[in-house]
């Protein structure tokens, strides 16, 4: 049993132990912090960049990931303020440049904080884009026509569950590969199937895997 | 070569030619008692070390020699990268190969002496403790190395002369001083630097493990572990106040206090070698050029913190480094310096290299202890910090090279010593890697807290007026107009540079900031490990936004999105890429705003950008020699007949923006003009 120790979020002072994530804990106390990257049984996995609160530190609040902070004594954070709702609306834009997803739940999350941001009077800032939000309507065909799309992993928010999920399942068959914006996942396996326990498409927010991390990301090695 | 000599005057007496006089072979050197000189002692005495291991003492006589040989000239060829590259192998090659030196002059292959520009160097050591020093060697200069080392008198062609202050005694560039200099601007080139830790850079063979230990390699060490316990150390290196010089800043002695004090008894030291930043080469010019101080810096790190192993992480771009470390470290070992009960105490140590897999981000050391253990190099959020809990989970110390490299002084001097130069915050002296627009960039040791100003122009040589502005600490440092400030760690930050790992790139007034930025925007959006959403996509964004900028597409209001969002990103990546990879954006909008606004007015002030500019004559200078008409490889150019000046054109569509033309002129009448009318 670790310390207990009791943190403010919001004004709500809350029991926490030491060393905890604390988006683990805010998400224990259903407090509402938008995720796409989290999952209880994987831990933060710092790749959403939705979970942004702030933190009180030397009297001024500093925007952090919730994900990255663990619960220490005095720490004091807010969820909601007009900067939050600029970062994770700049945020949700350059997630909806990855879509349009299969699951439509993802652009409902992003839609939302893009609706609040918009309420809290942030302006809206997708003209500099550097990829337009693509519509809804295009069809999954025409996706697949477009090899940049495909290179793109269009359709995947790089959230990496599937990669620590398929790590949990004792098989690592799933790898980030490249780095920056070319950065991708990757199926690396010699075997010629991969078992078909389809845990990563259990847990994709997005439904880019829709049937096993194999048939997802293997023709897209080294693309 | 003497009966060419004569054969030569007697042609020439017969063709009624005055006659030319040579320097004189005789009369012979003084002859020093250098043969009898027992260099231990006179070592260990000015490292305060009180009894010499005999292997040390062994070798030492036995470097010595080798160094400064009592009744023999030496030439020392540099053969570092920048040496290689300059060609320098060939005229090792040539001298090494003379069958006349035998007995007389040794040939010894060096590493890089700092004055990258003047490669391929030579230094030619005569017994009476003199070094000719010939710079840009070539076949005009052949025969004057060959003669001052066969006549110990210099020759024609020598850029400087040196001498030992004592003579035969030789630990370091410090004991030199200049005697003569025929090249005023070679000589600027040392007088203002302070050369400690790379002081052997270029004079001692970095394969040789007695050539480092006759110049007093190995001492410190040896006093560290005979006389010092290893909390004294620390407390030396508490003392001393010696930063971190791999970017941050942190301080050693610290670091050290903090690894010694964990309860985990399996404690790691390990050199970061991984230096990626563009234009910074200090890591790999003291690696190749004396391995062995770095391997001295890691063995007293370890010794303090009571590590028994340590790595050196080294980039996968460096394969002479990789190669003369390890030679190093099998040397050190055959000889006993590292193992198993190192000189018979109960001291060990065994040392790896472990190359890199050519990331920019593995340099960062959470992420490189990923690496280490074979994992993604992706760092994680600190605290826990790896000094308290690194590789594998044990305490680990990780010191840049450069750091390291100082170690030995600090022990050898003591703290007192090496505060002499520098400032109170930032004390010592700090390696530079002085590139770009300079007429002499080179590999420079300058005490810190130094007036740039000295480094760009006396060092350099850089006229003031063409200097624009400098980028400190490579693309995660900053970029500042050229101003009079003092380089130390307080002094650059507060500026919004970062002293960074010590590239100094210098930029003249024909570089765009805005186009510089974007490009190192791009180099950082290339090497994101791609692990935080706004590094990785952010950066890209950014990218975007200043190539739109550069290339006449921008939009009003994208300038306050370019702030912010730089913001946004040093605010919410993980790691100190993220952090400071908008450096170079916020410095240059802080600092340059008005050439952003007015790219986004079309206008480029450097006339750098592409998009923004035309070419136009200017006819009081031309004088119709039609090479740019000629050198065109699109025709943009079209010339009337018999108009002279005035009939060239320039047909702006068609032209590419290729340069060719600005490049060809003689008398540089094609110029690039931003803005105004297209004529």
């Known amino acids: 049993m670790k310390d207990e120790i009791r943190i403010i979020i919001d004004d709500l002072v809350l029991n926490a132990e030491v060393g905890m994530p604390l988006l683990s804990l805010l998400k224990e106390w259903k407090i509402d912090i938008p995720t796409l990257c989290y999952h209880s049984q994987l831990g933060p996995l710092h790749r959403c960049s939705l979970c942004i609160v702030e933190v009180r530190r030397s009297g001024e609040w500093k925007a952090k990931h919730a994900c990255m902070l663990a619960c220490t004594s005095g720490l004091e954070i807010r969820t909601i303020s007009s900067d939050i709702h600029r970062l994770r609306a700049r945020a949700a834009r350059i997630l909806l440049t990855r879509g349009p997803f299969a699951k439509p739940s993802v652009e409902i999350i992003l839609h939302r904080i893009l609706s609040a941001a918009k309420a809290a009077g942030i302006p809206d800032d997708s003209q500099f884009l550097p990829i337009e939000i693509p519509e809804e309507s295009i069809s999954k065909d025409l996706l697949d026509q477009d090899p940049t799309a495909q290179m793109r992993q269009q359709g995947c928010v790089l959230c990496g569950q599937c990669v620590e999920m398929c790590k949990k399942t004792g098989n690592n068959f799933l790898t980030f590969l490249g780095r920056g914006n070319k950065l991708r996942i990757s199926y690396v396996n010699t075997a010629a199937t991969c078992g078909k326990c389809r845990a990563c498409s259990h847990v994709c927010p997005t439904g880019y895997i829709h049937s096993t991390g194999q048939a997802a990301f293997a023709a897209k090695l080294y693309r | ?679």
């Not at chain 2, 060959?146 to 024609?156: E, G, N, P, Y």
Request: proline residues 6%; charged residues 20%; contains cysteine.
């Open chain 2, 1 to 679: 070569m003497l009966a060419n000599d004569n054969f030569l005057t007697d042609t020439r007496t017969k063709l009624g030619l005055p006659k030319i006089t040579y320097t004189p072979a005789s009369p012979p050197p003084p002859v020093f008692p250098q043969a009898a000189m027992n260099i231990a002692p006179v070592l260990s005495a000015r490292y305060g070390l009180k009894n010499i291991p005999p292997l040390l003492a062994e070798l030492a006589e036995q470097g010595h020699e080798l160094l400064c040989p009592s009744n023999m000239a030496r030439i020392s060829v540099g053969l570092a990268t920048c040496g290689q590259a300059a060609g320098a192998g060939n005229w090792f090659k040539l001298l090494a190969a003379r069958l006349d030196f035998k007995n007389k002059v040794i040939v010894r292959h060096v590493g890089c002496l700092g004055a990258c520009y003047g490669e391929p160097l030579v230094d030619v050591r005569t017994p009476d403790g003199k070094h000719h020093i010939f710079g840009k060697v070539g076949s005009d200069v052949h025969w004057s190395i060959i003669r001052t080392a066969q006549q110990h008198v210099s020759q024609r062609g020598a850029w400087m002369v040196l001498r030992e202050r004592e003579p035969g005694i030789l630990t370091g560039f410090a004991d030199l001083e200049i005697e003569k200099s025929f090249h005023s601007a070679f000589a600027d080139f040392f007088v203002h630097q302070k050369r400690r830790v790379s002081g052997n850079c270029g004079l001692i063979d970095p394969q040789s493990l007695p050539e480092y230990i006759g110049a007093g390699g190995y001492f410190a060490f040896a006093k560290a572990l005979f006389e010092r316990t290893p909390e004294q150390v620390t407390a030396e290196m508490t003392a001393s106040g010696l930063r971190g010089r791999g970017g941050s800043g942190f301080k050693t002695g610290h670091k050290w206090e903090i690894a010694a004090s964990a309860n985990d008894q399996d404690r790691i030291v390990i050199a970061n070698a991984d230096e990626g930043d563009p234009g910074a080469y200090m890591d790999r010019t003291l690696m190749e050029s004396d391995p062995h101080r770095v391997l001295e810096g890691i063995m007293i790190a370890a010794y303090a913190v009571g590590a028994r192993e340590a790595y050196i992480f080294m980039r996968q771009e460096y394969p002479l480094a990789v190669s003369r470390l390890r030679q190093a470290i099998s040397d050190a070992q055959a000889a006993g310096l590292l193992g198993e009960r190192i000189l018979g105490t109960g001291f060990s140590l065994r040392i790896g290299v472990i190359q890199s897999a050519g990331a920019f981000v593995c340099g960062e050391e959470t992420s490189m202890l990923q690496v280490i253990t074979g994992q993604r190099g992706e760092p994680w959020p600190r605290p826990p910090y790896p000094a308290s809990q690194g590789l594998n989970g044990h305490p680990t110390v990780i010191n840049n090279v450069e750091t390291l490299a100082n170690v030995p002084w600090i022990i050898a001097y003591g703290a007192e010593a090496f505060r002499e130069q520098g400032n109170g915050d930032s004390p010592g002296t700090k390696i530079f890697c002085l590139t770009g627009d300079v007429p002499k960039p080179g590999f420079i040791e300058v005490p810190l807290g130094i007036n740039v100003r000295k480094i760009v122009e006396n060092i350099g040589g850089a006229a003031p007026e063409t200097v624009k502005a400098l980028q400190i600490g490579g693309p995660s440092g900053g970029i500042v107009p050229y101003s009079d400030f003092a380089m130390d760690f307080s002094a650059v930050s507060s500026i919004g540079a970062m002293m960074g790992s010590g590239g100094l790139v210098v930029l003249n007034q024909s570089r765009c900031v805005v186009d510089l930025t974007h490009h190192l925007v791009r180099f950082m959006a290339d090497e994101s490990c791609g692990q935080c959403l706004f590094c990785r996509d952010g950066l890209t964004w950014l990218e975007k936004l200043l190539s739109q900028l550069t290339a006449k597409q921008g939009k009003p209001g994208m300038i306050d999105i370019l702030e912010n969002l730089g913001r946004d990103i040093a605010g919410l990546s993980l790691c100190a890429l993220g952090q400071s990879a908008v450096n170079p954006l916020l410095t240059t909008l802080q600092n340059f705003r008005e050439e952003y606004d007015a790219h986004l007015a079309g206008i480029c002030p450097a006339a750098a950008c592409n998009a923004m500019i035309h070419f136009e004559i200017i006819h009081s200078r031309c004088t119709d020699c039609r090479g740019c008409y000629r050198a065109c490889p699109v025709k943009a150019i079209t010339v009337e007949a018999g108009k002279g000046p005035a009939g060239y054109l320039f047909d702006h569509d068609r032209c590419i923006r290729c340069r060719t033309c600005a490049e060809i002129c003689p008398h540089n009448c094609v110029v690039a003009v931003s803005g105004g009318e297209q004529k």
